[in-house]
Structure formats: C-alpha cells, structure tokens
C-alpha cells in the first residue's frame, strides 16, 4: 500500500480522490478535539483503500475538503468503512448536513462474528493481523500545529489497518451468512435523524425521576435553551449546565431570578447576570408536557411486577444462552427493554420478535415465556430443553 505525504493543498487533496473513488470501499477515520466545545473540532481526515493511504489536514490555510466530502455523501458505489465511527460520522454531518452512505462499522461487524459488545480498535487489530498497536499518540493534542512524523503514522495506521482487516471480515460475514444481520444496524449508524438533535427533544437525554407534566415541561424548555445557549457559544451542554442541575430547577424551580444564586451547581452571580436572565425566560414560557408527549413507562421494577421481573431475568439468562451458542454479542440480538417488553406480554413491536433475530433468539424465547422450553443442564452447560405438555403442573 503506498502512503501518501500529508495533504495540505488542494491540487493533492483532488490527485488523491481521484486515486480511489472508484475504489470498492475506502477505509474512514478522524481525529479531532472537542473537549472545550459543543461542535467536535476536526483535526485531521485518514483515508485509505486497498492500495492508497494519506492523511488530510482540514487545517490547512485555504484548503477545501468539498472533493473528498462529495465522495463521502455522494458516491453511493463507494462503501465507506469506520470503527466506532459515529463520532466520526457525526462531522461530516455537521460539514455537509448529510452522512457517508453506504457505510460499515468494523465494530457493530465484529459483534456478529464473536461475545464482545465494543470491541476497542487495539482490540480488534490484535485479533485480525496479530499487531499490539503503540498508543503513545492516542492522546494527542490533535489541534496543535506542525504535526510530527510519529503522529501522522500513528493517525494513518488507523485506516491502513482497518482497510486489511474488513475484506477479512467480510469475507467471513459472508461465510457464515450474518451480513444481513446487520442492515439494520449499518442503517441506523448511517440515519441523518439520529445526528440532527433537534433543541426541543434534548430534554429526552436527560433523567428526571417526576413524572408531572409541569415538571417534566419546565425540563423540556430549560433542555431547549441549554441547547441553544451551549451551540451559539460553542460550548459544552455542561459548560453551561450540568445535566443534574438543570433536572434540579425543572423538578424545583425558584420563583425569581435570584433564587438561582441558591441553586447547587451554579455560581451566585446567576442571580444577577444575562444568562441567568435567559434561563428565567425559559423557565416562564415552559408549559406543561402534554399527555401525548410524555415518556412511556419502561416495563421493569413494580411496573412489570415480580413474577414479570423473574421471567424477564429468565429471558436474560436465555440470551446469554443463545449468544454463547452463536458466538454472537448479545447485544445485537436483543435488548433489555425488549426482554422486558416480552416478559410483561407484549409481542408487537418488538425487535427480537421479527426478521433473523427471530429465527436465532425470538421464537425460543416465545417458547419459554408460554412455556414449551425450559433450562436444562447438560454434560455440564446450561441448555434449553423442550417440556412435554402436561409435564409440570401448577401448585
């Protein structure tokens, strides 16, 4: 594979796009800061196929990344190849309003072919070529300018890695057909709603053990505001408030400005100040939530009830059944709230309950929740075992 100086003019930057797109799929990766900002700071762009490396530095004075953007959202023949990659994904949303399409996450793949929930990069690059990667440079200031030799090495070993271990993984998708397990999944990564956070949902991040709809309301408007305040100023959403205190003025909130001066987690000057002026505005335009926006109640504790409670943990213990069986992460088969859902007598809407997830998990737990399976130890392991009708009888 050759690699490529660092690009830091146009004129190379549409030499090196021409090298690859047209290329089967190009390995993807980003590096960038965004501790002391709302909007993630991009630093540097990896890029690799099969043949061709280079890092890109959108940094660079003059430089316009809008030919290797346009490969990125705009060439559906190119599948684009992360790891973890919603951050990354995340950027090229905010600099183009679209995400990458076609695309493929090495470590939702890898959640098909082995137990591991998040496989780590080192991780998976120790499992597929054998290599125990140096990670003197992972903690970079990525911002700081000449980049050095070792971290421009470091930066495109990401992608040259990643760009030899996906034909090898895909190969072996393909070998024991879970592909297509993971449409869904690469869908989901790729959806544009999910990295387009409109103000007045931001409230749903945030926990507020009331259900009052004035409270939960008040925590709706504050979220929004927050919102706003932490984009104009580019700031972190916990620069300007943190998610507990701002859960803390919903649930309790102070009948004028300077109550806000009492209020743990902000400063005294709140009480005074613009931008505690403009958290009251908020707090006096909230209007309760309405019925049909408030959050369901998720099916577990007193909700699902005990006896629902054993048979979800039942559910549970299936899963970590199945997945051993399939050497499978269970994850991607099934989650807790939909063993829940299932344990307390839903059966509609519920991912397990349809398609491949079916076929593997689904249906046995249907099985044992209506009681035709049940545990069973055998040469030693815990396994299902099919009941006879008539069976087992209640007490």
Same mark, same amino acid.
């Given at each position: 594979?050759?690699?490529?100086?660092?690009?830091?003019?146009?004129?190379?930057?549409?030499?090196?796009?021409?090298?690859?797109?047209?290329? =089967?799929?190009?390995?993807?990766?980003?590096?960038?800061?965004?501790?002391?900002?709302? &909007?993630?700071?991009?630093?540097?762009?990896?890029?690799?196929?099969?043949?061709?490396?280079?890092? *890109?530095?959108?940094?660079?004075?003059?430089?316009?990344?809008?030919? +290797?953007? =346009?490969?990125?959202?705009?060439?559906?023949?190119?599948? /684009?190849?992360?790891?973890?990659?919603?951050? %990354?994904?995340?950027? *090229?949303?905010?600099?183009?309003?679209?995400?990458?399409?076609?695309?493929? !996450?090495?470590?939702?793949?890898?959640?098909?072919?082995?137990?591991?929930?998040?496989?780590?990069?080192?991780?998976?690059?120790?499992? &597929?070529?054998?290599?125990?990667?140096?990670?003197?440079?992972?903690?970079? %200031?990525?911002?700081?300018?000449?980049?050095?030799?070792?971290? *421009?090495?470091?930066?495109?070993?990401?992608?040259?890695?990643?760009?030899?271990?996906?034909?090898?993984?895909?190969? /072996?998708?393909?070998?024991?057909?879970?592909?297509? &397990?993971?449409?869904?999944?690469?869908?989901?990564?790729? %959806?544009?709603?999910?990295?387009?956070? !409109?103000?007045?949902?931001?409230?749903?991040?945030?926990? +507020?053990?009331?259900?009052?709809?004035?409270?939960?309301?008040?925590?709706?408007?504050?979220?929004?505001?927050?919102?706003?305040?932490?984009?104009?100023?580019?700031?972190?959403?916990?620069?300007?408030?943190? =998610?507990?205190?701002?859960?803390?003025?919903?649930?309790?909130?102070?009948?004028?400005?300077?109550? +806000?001066?009492?209020?743990?987690?902000?400063?005294?000057? &709140? /009480?005074?100040? =613009?931008?505690?002026?403009?958290?009251?505005?908020?707090?006096?335009?909230?209007?309760? +939530?309405?019925?049909?926006?408030?959050?369901?109640?998720?099916?577990?504790?007193?909700?699902?009830?005990?006896?629902?409670?054993?048979?979800?943990?039942?559910?549970?213990?299936?899963?970590?059944?199945?997945?051993?069986?399939?050497?499978?992460?269970?994850?991607?088969?099934?989650?807790?709230?939909?063993?829940?859902?299932?344990?307390?007598?839903?059966?509609?809407?519920?991912?397990?309950?349809?398609?491949?997830?079916?076929?593997?998990?689904?249906?046995?737990?249907?099985?044992?929740?209506?009681?035709?399976?049940?545990?069973?130890?055998?040469?030693?392991?815990?396994?299902?075992?099919?009941?006879?009708?008539?069976?087992?009888?209640?007490?």
């Amino acid at each position: 594979m050759k690699i490529h100086p660092l690009i830091e003019t146009n004129a190379a930057l549409v030499q090196f796009v021409d090298l690859i797109k047209n290329s =089967d799929f190009i390995a993807v990766d980003t590096e960038f800061m965004r501790e002391n900002t709302f &909007w993630p700071e991009l630093c540097l762009i990896q890029v690799a196929d099969s043949d061709h490396a280079a890092a *890109i530095d959108p940094m660079a004075p003059g430089i316009d990344l809008k030919p +290797l953007l =346009d490969l990125m959202v705009d060439n559906e023949d190119v599948l /684009k190849v992360f790891h973890a990659g919603g951050q %990354d994904v995340e950027i *090229i949303f905010n600099l183009t309003g679209r995400t990458p399409h076609p695309i493929f !996450d090495t470590q939702v793949g890898q959640m098909a072919l082995g137990q591991a929930e998040q496989v780590g990069y080192s991780n998976l690059v120790e499992a &597929w070529l054998g290599l125990q990667l140096d990670k003197g440079a992972r903690f970079t %200031d990525w911002s700081r300018r000449p980049l050095d030799r070792r971290q *421009i090495d470091y930066a495109i070993g990401d992608v040259t890695h990643l760009a030899k271990i996906f034909p090898m993984m895909l190969k /072996k998708l393909v070998k024991t057909e879970r592909g297509h &397990w993971l449409d869904e999944e690469m869908e989901k990564l790729a %959806d544009p709603a999910g990295y387009n956070i !409109d103000p007045e949902k931001a409230w749903l991040r945030i926990k +507020l053990p009331s259900r009052k709809p004035e409270a939960l309301g008040r925590l709706k408007a504050l979220a929004a505001w927050r919102e706003r305040e932490a984009r104009a100023k580019n700031l972190p959403r916990g620069r300007i408030v943190k =998610d507990e205190t701002l859960a803390d003025i919903a649930a309790h909130p102070p009948k004028s400005q300077d109550g +806000l001066g009492g209020v743990r987690g902000l400063s005294a000057t &709140w /009480k005074a100040n =613009d931008i505690g002026a403009r958290l009251m505005d908020a707090l006096a335009v909230a209007q309760p +939530l309405p019925k049909e926006d408030m959050p369901d109640r998720t099916p577990r504790g007193p909700g699902l009830g005990k006896e629902g409670v054993l048979v979800a943990d039942l559910l549970k213990l299936l899963l970590k059944i199945r997945s051993r069986e399939l050497n499978v992460a269970a994850r991607l088969i099934a989650r807790s709230d939909d063993l829940e859902a299932l344990a307390a007598g839903r059966r509609e809407n519920i991912s397990m309950m349809q398609g491949w997830r079916y076929d593997v998990f689904g249906h046995a737990a249907l099985d044992l929740v209506e009681g035709r399976v049940g545990f069973a130890v055998r040469h030693g392991k815990l396994v299902m075992n099919a009941i006879e009708p008539g069976a087992a009888s209640e007490e």
